[in-house]
């Protein structure tokens, strides 16, 4: 499991975002381009932790992110 500061600085083509929900454990795997366009390049694992909401559940605000 990766820290990084933002999606544009860490994630590379080819490497892929990590979202797991806290409560139900779904877990979504985006491309790093899907990653950028969805969540914004200058995203920060906090912001994306904040906006997300889990597709299995509908719980927001409770992933863990990495890549
Ligand atoms: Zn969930």
């Known amino acids: 499991m990766t820290m990084f500061?933002?999606?544009h600085?860490?994630?590379d083509q080819g490497q892929?975002?990590?979202i797991q929900c806290?409560?139900?454990d779904h877990l979504a795997t985006l491309t790093a381009a899907?990653?950028?366009a969805?969540?914004?390049a200058d995203a920060t694992p906090m912001d994306i932790r904040r906006?997300?909401?889990c597709r299995g559940c509908g719980?927001?605000?409770r992933v863990r992110v990495w890549i």
């Open 34 to 36: 899907d990653a950028k």
């Open 22 to 24: 806290e409560a139900c």
């Open 59 to 61: 719980a927001e605000g």
């Open 16 to 18: 892929t975002l990590k």
């Open 9 to 11: 600085r860490s994630l």
């Open 51 to 53: 906006r997300a909401r």
């Open 5 to 7: 500061q933002n999606l």
């Open 38 to 40: 969805r969540c914004g």
